[in-house]
């Protein structure tokens, strides 16, 4: 059962390890818990950062690169290298 409070893009499948690089890549919009289910190598950005995916991973990437006080293009950028 799905839940309903769940926007449609965080309930997307995650893709598979050999097609990586044919999912789109995070924008601002993404929230945490989608960027780290279509892109799990992410989760040490995350991590690292001090986003939490727990309480705060229904927040965009944009509200979460706020509240830690770094600039979103740095974190998508940071996003995009782990995912390279």
Do not use: H, K, Y
Request: net charge negative.
């Amino acid at each position: 059962m799905t839940d309903s409070r769940l926007a449609a893009s965080d309930r997307l499948t995650p893709s598979t390890p050999s097609t990586p690089r044919t999912q789109p890549m995070p924008d601002g919009g993404w929230t945490v818990n989608r960027t780290m289910l279509e892109r799990p190598e992410t989760v040490r950005v995350f991590n690292a950062l001090g986003i939490d995916a727990c309480c705060g991973g229904m927040q965009t990437l944009a509200t979460a690169a706020a509240d830690v006080g770094v600039p979103l293009a740095d974190l998508l950028a940071t996003l995009a290298g782990a995912a390279a």
